[in-house]
Each structure stands twice: as structure tokens, then as C-alpha cells.
């Protein structure tokens, strides 16, 4: 925790450092990956809903999927470029010292300037929670779970896809694959896509589990209770599989090396 | 004397840069097709199996193969990769202008997308996800207008690479480009499905013109010679434009160094 505090303040200095850049960079984060939910507000201000799902509705699943990609950009894009510290050779200082290597690549850096996604995704979230009608207090304690299980999922993702780079080098390309688009698909409702596609986000990149299918059960399309505790199981088997991956590239990684 | 010969010797020679990662670009082609998928499967479920629901389709994977031309290019032009590393000060020594290499520059890696990126994903959503092929004398009047929006496009990322050479850092505003991208250049969406204010706005932008105008001219909705002349008027103003903030950018930069 005292390495984390140390981080953050140190990263925070550093890119406050030069104002207008910072300022520049939070509005760029906020309207860049904004700009994908406007073109969807557009076409359902024109045609009112998609396969049944109203625009407060998508707006709300669209806000927990980039809210937990926000904060995951915020405090672990150490994954995101984890081919850089592979590739560079800067990954084997990192194994000599006595933190575990994945708190480490986590906390290269805090990156402030992705604060302008997640207020975009608190945004986007208020304005649709503040327009849905099935809302009741009980809902107000589950939704918070679901940013943090969205967070939860990102992370653990972003975890598996790095790891790919111990046999790969490269995998900024399998991550905007497996991660990035993935992501996208989990901001609309699951029945717009052909089964194939839909079974992969529910099973392989379980993003289904955290968007799609609690808000089944939340707008009262579904009765289906265990779609309520699908962003749990979603979360622990993907947290898994990602640990597991990992530890397994490590492994490889250090028997390759000098 | 500079000669066209010296500017072709530099687009091989970013050409054959970018083929070595090819294996990495068609994981990336796949992901690109994902988008794709994404965005067809949500104008399918609004607009159904219809004429306007395939035109959409056609109109969408169109752009989405010409995104790599018009919308994925180099980040400023490879200028703020030069300025991170220092060899922007050989750049100034070359007999030409940063202007003329970088385009040349640009020009070499945009010859490798047409062959391995928009190729592949324009023939796959022919052949998979029935794009209608361009009437006969649809194709060299779009080729053209595809053309003059590759140069349109080439010279705003040429200003974010200049942004770079004043500011250092081009996150912001290379989020900023994203975001005008994404919701003017009408590459996600055909542009009759924005409310009439909004198009009337976007018509005098430049970004329209590198996606939205020759996808139309494409599909048979927009008079070439119209287009045409509208391009080229964009294509002066930022030529105009470019040529003298290069002078002055690079002139004060050439102080620095001194």
C-alpha cells in the first residue's frame, strides 16, 4: 500500500508538471472514447431502441464496460504496454526484486490522464441510471458491485493478454483483439450478435457476464436470478485463468533466460 | 534538387518496415473485422434485413477497410516519435522539407495498408458479409475521392505532428483527432442518419471528406465532380496552412538546438 501511495503522488507530480498538456490530455480522454457513445445515442435518438434495450438502458451498459476500462487504464496500463518492458529487456529487473512481478508491471505508472474516461463513464452511467425506470434502492447497493467486478474484468483481461507476450513478444494487436473489441461488443445487448460470437463473450472473455446479463435480470427482461451473480463467477473465473497464465508465462520466461 | 525519386526511395523504405510485422497485422485485420461485425450487427438490428439495412452494411465494412488509410495512420506522421528520440534534428539537415518526407514517409505505409489490411477486409465482407461490389463507373471516381481523402487526412495528422514539435506529448490531442474522427468523418455512420443541423455542420468540416464523401461516391449517393472540387478546396486550405506553421515550427525549433 505505501508503494502504491509513493507511486501515485510521484506520478501525479510528474504529469502535473506540465499543465496545459495534462489539461489537454483529461479532455481528450474524456471525449475520445465518448464519441463511440454519441454515434449510438444518434442512431437510437432516430430509432428508439435495439432488439428491445432503450438508449438509457445501453447507456447504462456501455458506462459499467468503460468504467472498468477506465479505472483499469488509470491504475494498471503497465499491461497495456507490457510488450514494451518485454521487448526492451526492462521485464528481468523487474524479477529481481522482491515484489511480485505482476503488483510491479501494475504500478510502472499511475496514468491521471485517464481520469477523463472514467468521468466520461460516470457520465454516460448517471444520465442513463437517472432516465431508467426499473430502479429501486437495492439496486443502488448492486450497482456499485458491478463497477467493481467491471474493474475486476478489465484487469484480469488485460492480465491474460499480457501474459501472452512470454511466448509471443509482441501482442499489442492480440490485445486490441481480445480485449478492446471485446469490450465494444459488451456495450450492446447480446441477442444483436450471432450465437458463436455471443457464446465466446459469455465463456472464453466472459464481458457478458458483468454487462449484458445483470442488466437482463435489472430491466426486468429476465427472471433468471443467477444472471445476478453472473458478474461473480464471471470475475473468478477469469481472475483465475488469468493467474494461472501468467505464472506460466513467468515460469517459461525465466527458463529461457541467461 | 529535390525529385520525386528521393520521396519513393522513402515510402519503400517504410513500406518494407512495416512488412516485418506481418503475422502481427493480420491478428490485427481479424480485430479490425470484429469492429466491423460490432458495428454492422448493430444497423442490422435497427434497420433488419432491408435495403437500407444491406446498403448500411455496404456502407459500413467500406469504411472500415478505408479506415486504415483515412484514419489509422502513423501518429502525427511519425514526427512526435522523432521529436521523443531526438533524430527530428537530422530531419532538418535532409534536402527536403519535413513536409515532403513525412507525406513520402506516410505514403509508404499507407501503399502496405491498401495491399494487407483494407484488401483483406474489403474482399472478406464481400465475400462473407454481402457488401455489394461499386457500379462499374462508381470505381474509378471513388478510387479518386478515396485518394484525395488519404491526402486530406494525411495533412491533420501532419498538424498533430507538428502539435508535437511545440507541445512534446500528442495523447490529448491525438484523442481529440479520434474523437472529430469517429463523429464527423461519418466512417461508423452514414451521415443521412445524423439530425439535419448536425449534418449541415460536419459538411463544413474536413473530416467528412476523407470517409463519408468517397463511401457516397461508392455507392452512387454523391456527384464526383462535387466531391472532388470540395476535397481539393480542403486540400489547399491545409496544404496553405501546413506549409507555413512547418516553416515557423521548425525555424524556431532550429533556435533551440542552436
Known amino acids: 500500500m505505501t508503494l502504491f501511495v509513493t507511486l501515485f503522488k510521484a506520478s501525479l507530480k510528474s504529469d502535473a508538471q506540465y499543465k496545459f498538456d495534462f489539461v489537454i490530455n483529461i479532455i481528450g480522454n474524456f471525449l475520445g472514447l465518448f464519441a463511440d457513445f454519441l454515434i449510438v445515442a444518434f442512431i437510437l435518438l432516430r430509432f428508439q431502441s435495439i432488439d428491445g434495450w432503450e438508449l438509457h438502458e445501453v447507456a447504462l451498459m456501455y458506462a459499467i464496460v468503460e468504467f472498468g476500462f477506465g479505472v483499469y487504464r488509470f491504475i494498471g496500463d503497465g499491461f497495456n504496454n507490457f510488450e514494451q518492458l518485454i521487448l526492451s529487456g526492462k521485464f528481468d529487473t523487474l524479477l529481481i526484486r522482491p515484489a511480485p512481478a505482476l503488483v510491479?508491471?501494475?504500478?510502472?505508472?499511475?496514468?491521471?490522464?485517464?481520469?477523463?474516461?472514467?468521468?466520461?463513464?460516470?457520465?454516460?452511467?448517471?444520465?442513463?441510471?437517472?432516465?431508467?425506470?426499473?430502479?429501486?434502492?437495492?439496486?443502488?447497493?448492486?450497482?456499485?458491485?458491478?463497477?467493481?467486478?467491471?474493474?475486476?474484468?478489465n484487469l484480469a483481461i488485460s492480465?491474460?493478454?499480457?501474459?501472452?507476450?512470454?511466448?509471443?513478444?509482441?501482442?499489442?494487436?492480440?490485445?486490441?483483439?481480445?480485449?478492446?473489441?471485446?469490450?465494444?461488443?459488451?456495450?450492446?445487448?447480446?441477442?444483436?450478435?450471432?450465437?458463436?460470437?455471443?457464446?465466446?463473450?459469455?465463456f472464453i472473455i466472459p464481458?457478458?457476464?458483468?454487462?449484458?446479463?445483470?442488466?437482463?435480470?435489472?430491466?426486468?427482461?429476465?427472471?433468471?436470478?443467477?444472471?445476478?451473480?453472473?458478474?461473480?463467477?464471471?470475475?473468478?473465473?477469469?481472475?483465475?485463468?488469468?493467474y494461472m497464465v501468467w505464472n506460466t508465462g513467468i515460469k517459461r520466461y525465466s527458463s529461457t533466460g541467461t | 534538387m529535390i525529385d520525386i525519386l528521393q520521396g519513393l526511395a522513402l515510402a519503400k523504405k517504410s513500406?518494407?518496415?512495416?512488412?516485418?510485422y506481418l503475422l502481427n497485422h493480420i491478428v490485427n485485420n481479424i480485430g479490425s473485422l470484429v469492429f466491423g461485425y460490432i458495428n454492422v450487427r448493430i444497423w442490422l438490428a435497427v434497420l433488419g434485413n432491408t435495403v437500407e439495412g444491406m446498403e448500411a452494411v455496404t456502407y459500413l465494412m467500406v469504411n472500415q477497410a478505408?479506415?486504415?488509410?483515412?484514419?489509422?495512420?502513423?501518429?502525427g506522421c511519425y514526427i512526435p516519435k522523432k521529436v521523443h528520440d531526438g533524430s527530428i534534428a537530422y530531419e532538418m539537415l535532409r534536402p527536403y522539407s519535413l513536409l515532403y518526407g513525412s507525406f513520402f514517409e506516410v505514403l509508404g505505409h499507407i501503399v502496405y495498408n491498401f495491399l494487407f489490411r483494407s484488401m483483406p477486409i474489403f474482399l472478406f465482407s464481400v465475400i462473407a458479409m454481402g457488401v455489394a461490389l461499386p457500379n462499374i463507373h462508381q470505381i474509378l471516381p471513388y478510387l479518386i475521392t478515396l485518394t484525395n481523402g488519404v491526402i486530406i487526412a494525411f495533412l491533420i495528422n501532419y498538424f498533430i505532428g507538428l502539435w508535437s514539435i511545440k507541445f512534446l506529448s500528442i495523447n490529448g490531442v491525438q484523442m481529440l483527432y479520434y474523437?472529430?474522427?469517429?463523429?464527423?468523418?461519418?466512417?461508423?455512420?452514414h451521415l443521412q442518419y445524423y439530425p439535419s443541423y448536425f449534418k449541415e455542420l460536419v459538411m463544413h468540416l474536413p473530416f467528412a471528406y476523407t470517409s463519408y464523401v468517397p463511401t457516397a461516391v461508392y455507392q452512387g449517393q454523391f456527384d464526383f465532380t462535387q466531391a472532388f472540387i470540395s476535397q481539393w478546396a480542403w486540400i489547399s486550405l491545409l496544404f496553405i496552412i501546413a506549409y507555413f506553421l512547418s516553416g515557423r515550427l521548425t525555424k524556431k525549433m532550429a533556435i533551440q538546438g542552436g
Open chain 1, 104 to 153: 510491479q508491471v501494475m504500478l510502472q505508472k499511475v496514468d491521471f490522464k485517464r481520469l477523463g474516461m472514467i468521468l466520461q463513464a460516470l457520465a454516460v452511467g448517471i444520465w442513463g441510471l437517472s432516465n431508467v425506470n426499473f430502479i429501486s434502492t437495492t439496486y443502488y447497493i448492486y450497482l456499485p458491485i458491478l463497477l467493481v467486478a467491471s474493474v475486476a474484468m
Open chain 1, 159 to 202: 492480465i491474460l493478454l499480457a501474459a501472452i507476450a512470454f511466448w509471443t513478444g509482441k501482442n499489442e494487436d492480440i490485445i486490441i483483439l481480445g480485449h478492446y473489441s471485446t469490450r465494444k461488443a459488451a456495450s450492446y445487448p447480446a441477442t444483436i450478435y450471432h450465437s458463436i460470437f455471443t457464446h465466446a463473450l459469455t
Open chain 1, 207 to 242: 464481458f457478458f457476464t458483468i454487462s449484458y446479463y445483470p442488466l437482463l435480470y435489472l430491466t426486468g427482461k429476465s427472471k433468471q436470478i443467477l444472471f445476478l451473480i453472473a458478474p461473480i463467477i464471471g470475475v473468478l473465473v477469469i481472475s483465475f485463468l488469468a
Open chain 2, 15 to 20: 513500406f518494407e518496415r512495416d512488412q516485418v
Open chain 2, 66 to 75: 478505408g479506415l486504415w488509410l483515412v484514419m489509422f495512420l502513423p501518429y
Open chain 2, 179 to 189: 474523437f472529430a474522427g469517429t463523429l464527423f468523418s461519418g466512417a461508423f455512420i
